[in-house]
């Protein structure tokens, strides 16, 4: 094999794994954001059950504030909701990424 041949070789994996590592960050944010708006959907649906209007939804990162919640484990993820129900303003919080579904307290 020639020297040319090899040096290319080692380009194109570099290359390729580049490409790799990209497609992978894209896929992960794509997953972030697909689960981000669901969670807000089903934050939505609730709150109509309950013949409400969302005011406003904050999502609570690792080290701001977890409300009612004593402990959050790795992959659970914490909102903030305000809404109001008739002409009540009320405060309610969801963890999302337990075994048994979304917690709610409302």
Request: proline share 2%; glycine share 14%.
């Amino acid at each position: 094999m020639c020297r040319l041949c090899a040096s290319g070789t080692g380009r194109v994996r570099g290359i390729m794994f580049g490409i790799t590592i990209i497609l992978f960050a894209i896929f992960c944010l794509l997953i972030i954001f697909i689960q981000n708006n669901r969670h807000k959907e089903k934050i939505y649906e609730k709150i109509k059950s309950i013949n409400g209007t969302v005011i406003s939804i904050e999502r609570s990162g690792i080290f701001s504030d977890i409300g009612p919640f004593m402990v959050v484990g790795k992959g659970r993820t914490i909102y903030r909701i305000e809404y109001k129900v008739g002409n009540e303003i009320k405060e309610g919080w969801v963890r999302f990424g337990g075994f048994f579904g979304p917690d709610w307290r409302l």
